[in-house]
């Protein structure tokens, strides 16, 4: 099995048995976006805790295999990492989280989709404005 058969394997696993997938209480940020493409949707809720770091977090939504494991694996990511963390994530590293997989510029906005979410979550949570440099890739 070739390592691309691998990730493609593990993105269909965070498809069909996403982790971190449900609805926070006590919530500290709620952030929610749809893919202009397609009309998918992530939602992500954030529990902040001591030090700006990200107690809990969880997503809900609905979508292809890439949007949705791409969801959950950042999920997991974050989890514990300073709010600051986020604010660093770039495309490249949601690209490297799910393996570096061969794709076309729609399915990349599936991919970023979590990204973008948390991020504008974070960012609003701080007090400052989200730019997302990706809206202006043409599909
Ligand atoms: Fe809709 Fe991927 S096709 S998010």
């Given at each position: 099995?070739?390592s691309a058969?691998?990730y493609?394997?593990l993105?269909?696993?965070?498809?069909?048995?996403?982790?971190?997938?449900?609805?926070?209480?006590?919530?500290?940020?709620?952030?929610?976006?749809?893919?202009?493409?397609?009309?998918?949707?992530?939602?992500?809720?954030?529990?902040?805790?001591?030090?700006?770091?990200?107690?809990?977090?969880?997503?809900?939504?609905?979508?292809?295999?890439?949007?949705?494991?791409?969801?959950?694996?950042?999920?997991?990511?974050?989890?514990?990492?300073?709010?600051?963390?986020?604010?660093?994530?770039?495309?490249?590293?949601?690209?490297?989280?799910l393996g570096n997989p061969?794709?076309?510029?729609?399915?990349?906005?599936?991919?970023?989709?979590?990204?973008?979410?948390?991020?504008?979550?974070?960012?609003?949570?701080?007090?400052?404005?989200?730019?997302?440099?990706?809206?202006?890739?043409?599909?």
């Amino acid at each position: 099995m070739s390592s691309a058969d691998i990730y493609r394997e593990l993105i269909l696993d965070y498809y069909r048995n996403p982790r971190n997938f449900g609805k926070l209480e006590n919530v500290d940020i709620s952030s929610r976006d749809t893919n202009p493409l397609c009309g998918d949707e992530i939602e992500i809720q954030v529990r902040v805790g001591e030090d700006q770091k990200i107690e809990e977090v969880k997503f809900t939504g609905k979508g292809c295999a890439i949007s949705q494991a791409s969801a959950s694996m950042l999920t997991e990511l974050a989890k514990g990492k300073p709010l600051e963390w986020v604010k660093e994530l770039v495309k490249e590293d949601v690209f490297e989280m799910l393996g570096n997989p061969d794709l076309g510029p729609s399915r990349v906005k599936c991919a970023l989709l979590g990204m973008k979410v948390l991020k504008t979550g974070v960012y609003g949570y701080l007090g400052a404005h989200y730019e997302d440099q990706d809206a202006s890739t043409p599909p």
